[in-house]
């Protein structure tokens, strides 16, 4: 089966709560465990994050775009900003990498998508924005699934 | 949420909240930083025990409040941490710098 959500918001940090509880709820008809939702949780809380601290940083009324797409038992997820973009993708999910150590940043923010998913890519330009894909395999399918 | 901060002897206690994100990150930053200057505590101990969910910024907050005080000779403690929080604290390294307490 397949099912589709895409949800637009401000990008503000009172919405990264909002943003990886919403996710959440959408995969919890595919019964993750305690884990799996941990793991997305934390993931879009990270790639949302860094929309809102790195992405927009300097620019007012910035929008996040999340994409999920779930096929089979496979999450497919979007964080999409139109910010500044990454000058330097790879320098940037080196561990413990931060341009903002004044925030208090630990630089564990792709590090840590990366542990959690199965898959992490990122596409960046710079003044266009940044799409952050991310992919992880759900361990048990929905009862529901068999009855349709 | 002054509450959250309790100062005994040599050492801050911080009642960690029950989610740490970027968003909340600040707040227990800066207070944790006042709280030492103004009591010259040396230790600093976050208790875990209402977490269910921290990002890096929780990494963040303990790695900022080690380098404050680890130049005075200061220690860094972990309570009350569930597995998942203990997985965060050794991924990102912060085990070798944390004590971590059960």
């Known amino acids: 089966m397949k099912n589709e959500m895409t949800m637009e918001f401000d990008a503000i940090s009172e919405n990264e709560a909002f943003a990886r509880i919403s996710v959440a709820a959408f995969i919890s008809f595919l019964n993750p465990t305690l ?11 990270e790639a949302v994050t860094n929309a809102v601290i790195h992405g927009y940083d300097g620019i007012e009324n910035g929008k ?11 999450l497919h997820i ?3 900003d139109k910010g500044n973009g990454i000058e330097d993708i ?6 413990l990498f931060t341009t903002k150590p004044e925030l208090n940043r630990s630089g564990m923010g792709f590090p840590f998508m990366e542990a959690f998913m199965d898959d992490l890519e990122v596409m960046s330009e710079l003044g266009k924005g940044t799409i952050v894909q991310m992919k992880k395999k759900i361990g048990s399918t929905s009862w529901i699934e068999d009855e349709e | 949420m002054e509450e959250n901060f309790k100062v005994i002897d040599n050492y801050l206690m911080v009642k960690m909240p029950e989610e740490i994100d970027h968003h909340k990150s600040s707040y227990i930053s800066e207070n944790a930083d006042r709280f030492i200057m103004q009591n010259k505590v040396n230790n600093v101990v976050f208790d875990f025990e209402d977490t269910r969910f921290m990002d890096s910024s929780g990494i963040g907050i303990i790695m900022g409040r080690y380098k404050k005080i680890a130049c005075f000779g200061g220690k860094v403690f972990a309570v009350n941490t569930d597995n998942r ?3 965060l604290l050794i991924i990102s ?3 070798k710098i944390v004590e971590i307490m059960d």
Do not use: Q, R, W, Y
Request: with cysteine.
């Open chain 1, 35 to 45: 884990e799996e939702m941990s793991d997305v949780k934390t993931a879009v809380s």
């Open chain 1, 64 to 74: 996040v775009t999340i994409n999920c797409l779930i096929e089979k038992d496979v």
């Open chain 1, 78 to 80: 979007e964080v999409i």
């Open chain 1, 90 to 95: 790879e320098k940037a999910m080196e561990p």
């Open chain 2, 85 to 87: 929080i203990k997985h």
């Open chain 2, 93 to 95: 390294g912060l085990h």
